[in-house]
Nanobody
Framework: QVQLVESGGGLVQAGGSLRLSCAASGRTFSSYAMGWFRQAPGKEREFVAARSRSGTITYYADSVKGRFTISKDNARNTVYLQMNSLKPEDTAVYSC?????????????????WGQGTQVTVSS
């Protein structure tokens, strides 16, 4: 079992930055690939970024590539999502997730544990 708690969301102007944190407790962090997803009102949950167990492989949605960075601090059992050059279309509830499966999944169906989410609002 893994418990995930996100923090760091808030209101920011377009062009600004935020760093989201996802603190994990329970089973060792390195056993899971970690992902970030987001869901805007009236839309389906969409993949944002993922990082492999080893941390050597990362993958980003095209919409955030070059602006967002996923990283992990094993000592703190925390995964981060650094978001720069934010746009109003980035407004959503952001959730982190842990996958015990093989590979680096991009489908939310492949993730086993989820946090409660944190709201990010980008004003124009």
């Amino acid at each position: 079992q893994v418990q995930l708690v996100e923090s760091g969301g808030g209101l920011v102007q377009a062009g600004g930055s935020l760093r989201l944190s996802c603190a994990a407790s329970g089973r060792t962090f390195s056993s899971y690939a970690m992902g970030w997803f987001r869901q805007a009102p009236g839309k389906e949950r969409e993949f944002v970024a993922a990082r492999s167990r080893s941390g050597t492989i990362t993958y980003y949605a095209d919409s955030v590539k070059g602006r967002f960075t996923i990283s992990k601090d094993n000592a703190r059992n925390t995964v981060y999502l650094q978001m720069n050059s934010l746009k109003p279309e980035d407004t959503a509830v952001y959730s982190c997730a842990a996958s015990a499966g093989v590979g680096l999944p991009r489908s939310p169906l492949s993730y086993d544990y989820w946090g409660q989410g944190t709201q990010v609002t980008v004003s124009s």
